[in-house]
T-cell receptor, first 116, second 116 residues
Framework: DGGITQSPKYLFRKEGQNVTLSCEQNLNHDAMYWYRQDPGQGLRLIYYSQIVNDFQKGDIAEGYSVSREKKESFPLTVTSAQKNPTAFYLC???????????????FGEGSRLTVL | AQKVTQAQTEISVVEKEDVTLDCVYETRDTTYYLFWYKQPPSGELVFLIRRNSFDEQNEISGRYSWNFQKSTSSFNFTITASQVVDSAVYFCALIPIIQGAQKLVFGQGTRLTINP
């Protein structure tokens, strides 16, 4: 089945460590996104990528990094520079308006990161 | 700039009651898409509906209905005869239909609790 796979589902990290969250999609979508969600809050955009080898900062990019070496993959690294990394992270993809899509995002099941 | 406001942060009703979730948006673009997403306790956001700004027809899907009123910039969501399984956080979102538009703007979400 087509979809978005995020791993790991749960991750614990010690302060000062970098961690990488995986996001893979087999929907053949061009655009991919990373969102952060804190308890009781909405979604905040971290980074997004419209095509391979290109990505843009979202609203809260500081302390995060991404890469887009393949269309299917958009991993997010939470670096030690991120001051408050404990959160729920959601990856999404979208076919895009230019590609005939209507703009809706398709989401993975999320990764919950806890810093100890 | 676009903005989506979901003024109701939490709603709690008894099963079988009807409930309406409000969504008000701001945009200078004349064409746009509006969306509703459901986030159950598992965490994944599930796409519910997309509405094009050209189409102001209300839509009904089973117990769900959506009332789009361009004159008041609102896109409200009603659940009829609510069920416990409807308990979730619901998000309203918007994206303009313009070349290069890549970011959905989300509201803060409404946490809906259906009590048995």
């Amino acid at each position: 089945d087509g979809g978005i796979t995020q791993s790991p589902k749960y991750l614990f990290r010690k302060e000062g460590q970098n961690v990488t969250l995986s996001c893979e999609q087999n929907l053949n979508h061009d655009a991919m996104y990373w969102y952060r969600q804190d308890p009781g809050q909405g979604l905040r955009l971290i980074y997004y990528s419209q095509i391979v080898n290109d990505f843009q900062k979202g609203d809260i990019a500081e302390g995060y990094s991404v890469s887009r070496e393949k269309k299917e993959s958009f991993p997010l690294t939470v670096t030690s520079a991120q001051k408050n990394p404990t959160a729920f992270y959601l990856c999404a993809s979208r076919r895009g308006l230019a590609g005939g899509g209507a703009g809706e995002l398709f989401f993975g099941e999320g990764s919950r990161l806890t810093v100890l | 700039a676009q903005k989506v406001t979901q003024a109701q942060t939490e709603i709690s009703v008894v099963e079988k009651e009807d409930v309406t979730l409000d969504c008000v948006y701001e945009t200078r673009d004349t064409t746009y898409y509006l969306f509703w997403y459901k986030q159950p306790p598992s965490g994944e956001l599930v796409f519910l509906i997309r509405r094009n700004s050209f189409d102001e027809q209300n839509e009904i899907s089973g117990r769900y209905s959506w009332n789009f009123q361009k004159s008041t910039s609102s896109f409200n969501f009603t659940i009829t005869a609510s069920q416990v399984v409807d308990s979730a956080v619901y998000f309203c979102a918007l994206i303009p239909i313009i070349q290069g538009a890549q970011k959905l703007v989300f509201g803060q979400g409404t946490r809906l609790t259906i009590n048995p």
